[in-house]
């Protein structure tokens, strides 16, 4: 299946940090636009919001005849951050 290498590379690197760093994932954006979604994390790091690309995640969940495609964008946020 196209993309399960990735996907699974993808899941041991978060596996890996909640080991390291106790932390959770906090969903910043949610869109429909594949643009409109690469812009905003554009602009995550141009802010200065995101430093580490270990510590952004894009969720695409897969559209059928009924529910569009959505991509969420969550950052990784450790245990006793503010």
Known sequence: MP???KRKRSRERARRRA??????WEPLFSTQEDAEMRE???????????TDPEHVRIDMFCGRLVHPTTYR??????EGSA
Do not use: W
């Not at 080991?19 to 959770?24: A, F, L, N």
């Open 3 to 5: 993309g399960q290498r």
């Open 19 to 24: 080991e390291d760093v106790p932390g959770h």
């Open 40 to 50: 905003y994390v554009r602009r995550l790091y141009a802010e200065g919001k995101v």
């Open 73 to 78: 964008v969550s950052i990784y946020v450790p």
